[in-house]
């Protein structure tokens, strides 16, 4: 049994922790046992700062959907062309994944029959909804190919950048030793190969 | 519990049911009891064809991988540039993962101790890295751009791949009602958005 420390949590920190073994074990697999265990306090130290663990997940995952939904009220994101408003928007999720990535994680993982995981899904449904009326609203303007159906488009398009939670890891080095690629240069590779190809034309 | 009928069970439709539990439960989280209680047989008669769960495991994700290693040695896949070698392996990877769904989300989903599963990780991340070379071959041949670093290309286009099994039912019609998509259609649809890109030019 680990030491039991002074509980010198504030609420972002717990969450941190909370957040990182929700993402280990799974939010069901995780008790509050094992929240007072990864963090080092007794469970009634961590009743003094949330009401519960599910308190903890609304809190992670109201952080992604700020980033994420936060993204959609940037200048950017609304004047213009769509497909630059698409593209920006585009390159910013993959920011905030990879700044926010435990958060991100968090939500993108979310299965389950809670009010909390429920209002989650449904949030994140929302915001794909919104990217794809995007993706839509520049095919209609002519600027997206139209041989690929733009639902179609949309999934191809998060299946691209939700992989990234998959293996990036902030902390480690890439496997040639260099330094992990920042998430600007990431960003900037996926606006590449999504909207132009990969292939030199 | 359920009645237990006569085992009638070939060796492949007892492997199509314990795929389909080991995809709904986890392999982990899957007991000879659940296999039995899904087909409906005794879990002697389960031991008259296999020697336990782990070798369902290791011939579910043999049948995904034996049909992934063909694609690299179809004519396409050997023949021409590198590029075209490229657009080939990922048209019928797409088709691949489609056809035989079941078994490619077992493979995409190992993480695991056991042999099988240690052996079944090391298998996928040698198909990734045939691919990866392929992209490699491609770029020194100067068909890819290269402001997209080699290696997050390949990243890139599975984490497009993949992510086809996330949303991929082949037995749900489309939500508008329509039929879904076949496979042929979904993979050039990923071929023309991971080589050419989603922007008319």
Chains 1, 2 share one sequence.
């Not at 926010?100 to 979310?110: A, Q, S, W």
């Not at 890891?169 to 590449?192: I, L, Y």
């Amino acid at each position: 049994m680990p030491t039991v420390k002074r509980d010198t949590y504030t609420p972002d920190s717990l969450l941190s922790v909370a957040v990182r073994v929700f993402n280990e074990r799974g939010y069901d697999g995780t008790s509050m046992e094992h929240l007072s265990q990864a963090a080092g306090i007794s469970k009634s130290s961590i009743y003094h700062h949330v009401r519960g663990k599910e308190e903890l997940l609304r809190r992670g995952i109201s952080r992604a959907l700020g980033g994420l939904f936060g993204i959609l009220e940037e200048p950017r994101a609304v004047e213009g062309r769509a497909v630059e408003q698409l593209e920006h928007v585009t390159r910013r999720t993959v920011e905030v994944l990879m700044t926010e990535l435990p958060y991100v994680t968090l939500l993108l993982r979310v299965r389950g029959n809670t009010d909390t995981e429920v209002w989650a899904m449904d949030r994140r449904r929302e915001f794909d909804q919104r990217v794809a009326e995007l993706v839509k609203r520049a095919a209609a303007e002519g600027d997206l190919r139209s041989d690929v159906d733009a639902r179609l488009a949309t999934r191809l398009l998060f299946g691209m950048i939700n992989s990234i939670a998959e293996w990036y890891r902030p902390d480690r080095a890439g496997s040639n030793g260099a330094p992990n690629d920042t998430s600007a240069e990431v960003a900037e590779a996926v606006v590449r190969t999504a909207f132009s190809g990969l292939r030199t034309h």
